[in-house]
Structures are given as C-alpha cells and as structure tokens.
C-alpha cells in the first residue's frame, strides 16, 4: 500500500469554519471529514455518465498516442 500523500487546500474563512463546526459537531478530526467528502464526491462522478464518457474519451485517445494511430 502507498504512503498517504500530504496535499494543502486553501479555504475561505466561511469555508474553514463550517467544516471546523461539522467536524467538531460529528466528533471526527477536520482532515476525515475532508477525506469522506472527497471519496463521496468521487463516487458521485464515478457514476455520472458524462463524465464516464469524457474518461473514455480520455483513455482512447492516450491510448490512440501510445500507439502511434492517427485519429480519423
């Protein structure tokens, strides 16, 4: 398994305390709340058929790269 990796976000004051105030009321540290909403969010485009469209386009056309193949 991969070492966490440490990233920095920056937050408006309003954002920072709303989250500071729902961690604090659902007892979880700031950084899990932050963690689950990022994998709930992940899971939501995960779903989303554009976004799955745009991702195989995605994957085709690096694929298309790799190969040397023109697109038509």
């Known amino acids: 398994m991969k070492p966490a990796k440490s990233m920095t976000i920056r937050l408006s004051p309003e954002q920072a305390e709303d989250l500071e105030t729902v961690a604090t009321v659902d007892n979880q540290p700031i950084s ?3 963690r689950a909403a990022i ?25 298309r790269m790799l190969s040397g193949k023109k697109q038509h």
């Open 39 to 63: 994998a709930e969010h992940i899971e939501e485009r995960k779903r989303d058929k554009r976004f799955q469209d745009s991702l195989r386009d995605r994957i085709e056309r690096a694929h």
């Open 32 to 34: 899990e709340v932050i």
